[in-house]
């Protein structure tokens, strides 16, 4: 059975509008996926749905987590099911230190992997766990006592969210755009996270804008999502092909020129 | 102790803890309501010196002339002649907790109070209803001269320090809730550090209101003499009825040159309390005064921390925490007097307000002619967690003198729903990250807590969060 598999989603804003127009994807143990799109595309919106973004309703189709449907549950227990998104944009939030923030979330899928049970991780085995990743992450130790995301840079953001990931080990990983905005050596920091994640259990979609992240990670399938729907499936080589030919060749004709963007942008923002 | 049916529904209501209350076996109650002659039986009954009668008597007299305020909360509603006035649960102070009646033991036990006086704390007074219960200061701390007693005692046995402060820096007619603490106080610290003398571990005074429609009006006063330093920590708590109860205490303290004294308030009245509380302190020469006041509880707290700083080159600090939730009004914040040149004081102030509830920050500022050199900052920030509820500014500022240096930011913020869905994705339930970002934004006052305050204060919060979210 996939880990996670989505049949006909549709995805549409409070207001009724369309984001995601009918989407089959089935990520398996063991499989990095690429989601592919040009912006505006519909692909962080889609990302949303999936983690349970109350803004972003999911109106047709389904979305399977380990065969069961998510699409009434609540952020909370979705990533409790063990389904993560790495933000494209991480929140600050002042006054909270990332190892007591991490600490928190790590207790709170310990306890509902337990059952609802409380299983606190003792605390010196959290604070040899965390700074062995951060060390691996190449994140400095202090960033650990600083409040999370409360002024870091666009690459500090990107590394503590991987940080995140490899801590709270979920099955199936979301990436929205994480390598937006990187330098190559955050770029592999990043894929070093996405491959030890990946094992034998648990899988990872990579959503992303540019092929540049696949060289240092690669995805077993691509998928090349323009306007609300997956346009093109295929194997590594699609990457390429988008790399050498651009968004252009996979756009319906109106589109083409109208809602092309140069590709060189960062932090672009999505509907 | 059986578990009370108020506790019960209580605790379903409000998720308050320490809504049980004991049943009554007093030495002393009054009746209902106010007159000379109960306020002249209240100082009989403790066997006063005359000064102190005739204070009484006059403050009376202040309290029945003054109008009620018309500003900050709803004081109209008051039934002072439903109210109990003095109620002496036993009729000697224990210095040990086992000389204690077994419900009013339990009770202290339930709050955690003498595990933390064995762990952390050089002083405990415990106030039940009118009167210090228990009362105990460690050796050590006895033998360098300090004084830690309840405020009775403080005037049966240095009754000349009593005399020549108080009712100094809070006169008896200064408002009308001071007045009336004045007219029938009882119980409250009376605490003197000698020269020099620097008290490392917090002493820790707790009020318990048990009675229905009690009223505890307790007296402190502070005086840290030179170069000294005390830490001064007190907590309440009462039973949720459904009829209201009146907290209204005044607080005196006085700095002496180079000392220093920080005065923490961990507020937590269930909410059928008024809360009408007169702080103020008085900083001379190159003192310091800090004030810790986290106010959760209450159905109305109105209350502002002062201090004047009255000696060249003072200090003070108030730091004001202020957390409103379903039908509560809190009216909180601080005020800074610079009378003398070259003080220095900072006012920090965070309030939250949900399901409807109401924080307000009320401050003032002032600088005197002459306090040239003075600096001051007033920081006001609000937090507001859902569209019911309200968060209010009323920052006075008096500046009478140009060579100052004065800063003033207020910021109010919703919690967002982009923040919480952050948090939630990480596996957080809703309550949990609404309370991860309400620690997270009075962490700047919660990290000058003792360790063990400041995770009782993270445990209110999230205690608050708890049930107030779908």
Redesign the interface.
């Known amino acids: 059975m996939p880990l996670l598999e989505l049949k006909d989603l549709h995805v549409a804003l409070e207001d009724g509008t369309e984001i995601v127009k009918g989407v089959d994807l089935a990520v398996n143990p063991g499989e990095i996926h690429a989601l592919m799109g040009p912006n505006g595309s519909g692909k962080s919106s889609l990302a949303y749905a999936l983690?349970?973004?109350?803004?972003y309703e999911i109106t047709r189709g389904e979305a399977l987590f380990d065969g069961q449907e998510i699409a009434e549950m609540?952020?909370?227990e979705?990533?409790?099911l063990g389904l993560?998104?790495a933000?494209q944009y991480?929140?600050?939030?002042?006054?909270?230190t990332v190892a007591s923030?991490m600490r928190?979330?790590l207790n709170?899928?310990r306890k509902?992997r337990a059952g609802g049970e409380d299983d606190p991780v003792p605390v010196p085995e959290f604070r040899k766990d965390m700074l062995a990743a951060m060390e691996h992450l190449k994140i400095p130790r202090e960033l650990a006592q600083r409040?999370l995301n409360d002024g870091f840079s666009g690459g500090e953001k990107k590394r503590v969210e991987i940080l995140?990931m490899a801590m709270?080990k979920p099955r199936v990983a979301v990436l929205d755009e994480t390598d937006s905005g990187l330098d190559i050596d955050a770029l592999k920091i990043v894929a070093t996270g996405v491959k030890e994640l990946v094992g034998s259990e648990t899988g990872a979609l990579i959503i992303t804008h540019y092929q540049r992240i696949l060289n240092y990670v690669k995805p077993a399938f691509v998928h090349v999502f323009v306007d609300g729907r997956i346009v093109e499936e295929g194997g590594p080589e699609l990457a390429h092909k988008l790399e050498a030919e651009g968004y252009e060749a996979f756009m319906p004709v109106a589109y083409a020129g109208a809602r092309l963007t140069s590709g060189t942008g960062e932090g672009e923002g999505e509907a | 102790m059986a578990i009370t049916e108020t506790e019960v529904v209580g605790g379903i209501k409000t998720e308050y803890k320490y809504g049980f209350h004991d049943p009554e076996d007093y030495f002393f109650k009054s009746g209902r309501g106010l007159s000379h002659e109960l306020v002249a039986a209240i100082s009989e009954h403790k066997s006063e010196p005359d000064w102190m009668r005739k204070f009484r008597l006059k403050s009376l007299d202040y309290f029945l002339a003054r109008p009620l305020p018309e500003w900050g909360g709803n004081v109209a509603e008051i039934d002072f002649d439903n109210i109990f006035y003095y109620i002496r649960p036993t009729e000697n102070q224990a210095k040990s907790w086992e000389d204690l009646p077994p419900d009013i033991k339990n009770t202290w036990d339930r709050l955690g109070i003498p595990e933390a006086e064995k762990n952390y704390l050089a002083g405990v007074g415990a106030q039940y209803e009118s009167e210090v219960v228990y009362h105990k200061l460690k050796k050590e701390l006895e033998d360098q001269g300090v004084l830690f007693l309840d405020m009775d005692s403080g005037l049966r046995e240095h009754e000349e320090l009593v005399k020549e402060y108080f009712g100094t820096i809070i006169p008896q007619n200064d408002n009308k809730f001071a007045a009336l603490n004045s007219a029938v106080w009882s119980g409250g610290s009376f605490i003197y550090v000698p020269p020099g003398v620097q008290i490392e571990m917090p002493l820790q005074a707790y009020f318990r209101i048990n009675a229905e429609n009690m009223g505890q009006f307790e007296r402190t006063l502070i005086i840290v003499d030179e170069d000294a330093y005390v830490h001064y920590v007190e907590g309440c708590t009462a039973p949720v009825y459904s009829t209201d109860s009146l907290h209204s205490a005044v607080v005196e303290i006085i700095v002496k040159p180079g000392g220093r004294c920080r005065y923490t308030t961990i507020q937590n009245w269930s909410n059928n309390v008024y809360n009408l509380v007169t702080k103020r302190a008085v900083a001379y020469e190159n003192a310091t005064m800090e004030w810790v006041d986290a106010n959760l509880g209450s159905k109305l707290t109105m209350k502002y921390p002062a201090i004047w700083l009255m000696g060249e080159g003072a200090h003070g600090e108030v730091l004001s925490i202020a957390f409103a939730g379903q039908d509560q009004h809190l009216d909180a914040g601080g005020k800074c007097v610079h009378v003398a040149p070259n003080t220095s004081s900072i006012i920090t102030s965070k309030s939250i307000s949900r399901g409807g509830g109401r924080a307000s920050y009320r401050g003032l500022l002032e600088v005197a002619k002459g306090a040239e050199g003075s600096k001051s900052k007033v920081v006001c920030d609000a937090l507001i967690l859902d569209e019911d509820s309200r968060s209010d500014t009323y920052p006075y500022i008096r500046i009478d003198e140009s060579n100052v240096d004065i800063g003033h930011e207020a910021t109010v913020s919703k919690i967002g729903d982009e923040q919480l869905f952050y948090l939630m994705s990480r596996g957080l339930s809703e309550a949990e990250a609404s309370a991860m970002v309400v620690s997270g934004f009075v962490e700047p006052i919660t990290k000058e807590l003792p360790l063990e305050y400041a995770v009782e204060m993270n445990r209110l919060i999230q205690l608050q969060m708890e049930g107030s979210v779908g």
């Open positions: 983690m349970g973004h109350p803004a609540g952020a909370d979705r990533a409790q993560f998104l933000f991480p929140h600050a939030v002042p006054g909270v923030f928190t979330a709170a899928i509902a409040y995140q709270l």
